[in-house]
């Protein structure tokens, strides 16, 4: 970033302050609890790319995924020390600036439209998650919102069921029946 950069009320105009290497010499809040993820997730893999084969030979079917996990790892750890030194920046928190609200519910809503894909189905759950989502980022009135989303996922549904063929979890929605009717529909008037 800019030298001149306060890291404060200066990036909270809408635009991104994502630029390579962000603050000089200084680390943003939750770096460290990233930072220690990233390792842990490293170090997990490793050991399960170790199940693999162990250390019996270069040519053995875990060497690749060891190698891999084990260079995640130490990178990992290198730039995990590295943040540990470095001062936090002031006027930032985790909150605000980092991880705010709206992207803990967008996250929150992903979680839940994939625990409910196969009860419900594609087109009920992901009625439910773009009519949530698009009110809760859009700031739109309702009909605006039921509008975009219904619209939306019929021209998704269209495209992957019909065109494409892609079988998608049917669940309570009566998509077997709205196809025959399409398929007769469209097939007696040729």
Do not use: C
Request: aromatic content about 8%; overall charge neutral; proline content about 5%.
């Amino acid at each position: 970033m800019k030298s001149d950069f306060r890291g404060d009320a200066d990036h909270h105009d809408g635009t991104s302050d994502a630029t390579p290497g962000g603050y000089e010499g200084q680390r943003r809040p939750g770096e460290l609890v990233f930072g220690g993820l990233m390792l842990a997730s490293s170090l997990g893999l490793l050991w399960s790319a170790y199940g693999i084969s162990g250390f019996e030979a270069l040519s053995a079917p875990g060497t690749v995924p060891m190698a891999t996990t084990a260079v995640m790892a130490a990178s990992a750890a290198i730039i995990l020390m590295r943040d540990m030194r470095l001062p936090k920046v002031q006027n930032e928190t985790v909150a605000r600036d980092i991880l705010p609200g709206r992207v803990v519910a967008i996250a929150a809503m992903l979680l839940a439209y994939g625990a409910l894909l196969k009860p419900l189905g594609f087109v009920p759950a992901s009625a439910l998650f773009l009519v949530l989502a698009i009110k809760l980022l859009g700031h739109r009135s309702w009909g605006w919102t039921l509008g975009i989303s219904l619209s939306t996922l019929v021209l998704i549904w269209v495209v992957f069921r019909i065109v494409f063929s892609v079988l998608m979890p049917a669940g309570i929605f009566p998509e077997a029946e709205l196809l025959q009717a399409l398929r007769g529909l469209f097939g007696g008037a040729s």
